[in-house]
């Protein structure tokens, strides 16, 4: 109530401003023109005019334009236009022969041709007040857009977020399936590194931002998890150098590529399964690069790469909109995936 209260004052203040100022530029306008003692009718004449202005500026703002203009029905606003000036034109007349039948106790009408001049400069005024008014109306609604935008684009991140937690999940528990088949000494470890992981994604899956080093540690721990499972087969050599660990960047950013990673690779032609991990971050990019063999005989898999690695091209789509380029290139022996992040000054 009181944040209502405080607009209407704003709103108000700015109005009141408006006419003041058009009142004080006709009297220093004229009064060049005015001989000595004609200034208070000058000042009278304005001040009798004023209503007259208002009163179309504010039917023509208030009810013409969003009847007629914004529904596109021209003839219809045209035609209010000419009204609403005629009334003006005829108050002007009106009011001045008023005034001159104050100071002489005499009536006559005044010239037409004499009121053109103030006639053109009253049209100007009404029509740079309703512009101003479509102007003003014209920044909410953006405004308001901006904001649906906005609202929309965090309630997609958060559906795509939702749908990444389970397939990260099910992928590690099938891991974790895996290994106690086996009856491996591994298992518990197993267990304890998905236990790092989820308490990840309980306490910071839904934040806004994340240092990167907290990224690099997740991603990390699934790969360690996934190292457990195939043992001496599974050749990872990585490298990573981040300048600046606080870096801001959106939470589970690096892990879908390493689903995908584990999900589209396997075995060399060596007998290995082998990944490369590159990661270079500093205070102006990110640069992460991930390459992994895959099975001689193995099928190409769709360069989508996925549930998990759809997800991540949508909310790169949604979070860092022109600061992102991610380039997939599926060759049959080998997968590979590049992202570029530039960062803003605020996430730094």
Sequence with gaps: MKNHHRINI???????????????????????????????RFIQETFLSLPALMLATYFIAGYVVPRFLKTSKWPLFVFWIFIAAGLVFFA?????????????????????????????????????????????????????????IKAKAEAEIKLLKGQLHPHFLFNS???????????????????????????????RANMDKVALSKEVELLQNYVDLEQLRYG??????????????????????????????????GVGQDGLFRINIHLIADDKKLVFHLTNSKKKNREK????????????????????????QLSIDNQPDQYSVRLEIYFRNEEL
């Design 301 to 324: 898999a769709a360069v989508n790469g996925g549930v998990g690695l759809e997800n991540i091209r949508k909310r790169l789509t949604l979070l860092y909109p022109d600061r992102h």
């Design 232 to 265: 001496e087969k599974l050749k990872i050599e990585s490298e990573i150098a981040i300048r600046n660990a606080a870096i801001g960047v959106a939470p589970l950013l690096l892990l879908p590529f390493a689903e995908n990673c584990f999900k589209h690779g």
């Design 10 to 40: 704003k709103a108000l203040s700015i109005h009141l401003l408006f006419w003041m100022i058009y009142v004080a530029s006709e009297y220093f306008a004229n009064l060049m023109h005015k001989r000595p003692g004609e200034s208070l």
């Design 92 to 148: 002007r007349i009106k009011l001045a022969e008023l005034v001159n039948y104050w100071e002489s106790d005499r009536y006559f009408k005044m010239p037409v041709d004499k009121m053109l001049k103030n006639i053109i400069r009253d049209y100007s005024i009404v029509a740079l007040a309703v512009c101003i008014y479509i102007i003003g109306d014209y920044r909410k609604k953006q405004q308001l857009n901006e904001q649906l």
């Design 173 to 203: 528990l099938n891991n974790i399936y895996s290994l106690a088949l086996m009856k491996s000494d591994l298992t518990a470890d197993a267990i304890l590194k998905l236990t790092e992981l989820l308490d990840y994604l309980v306490y």
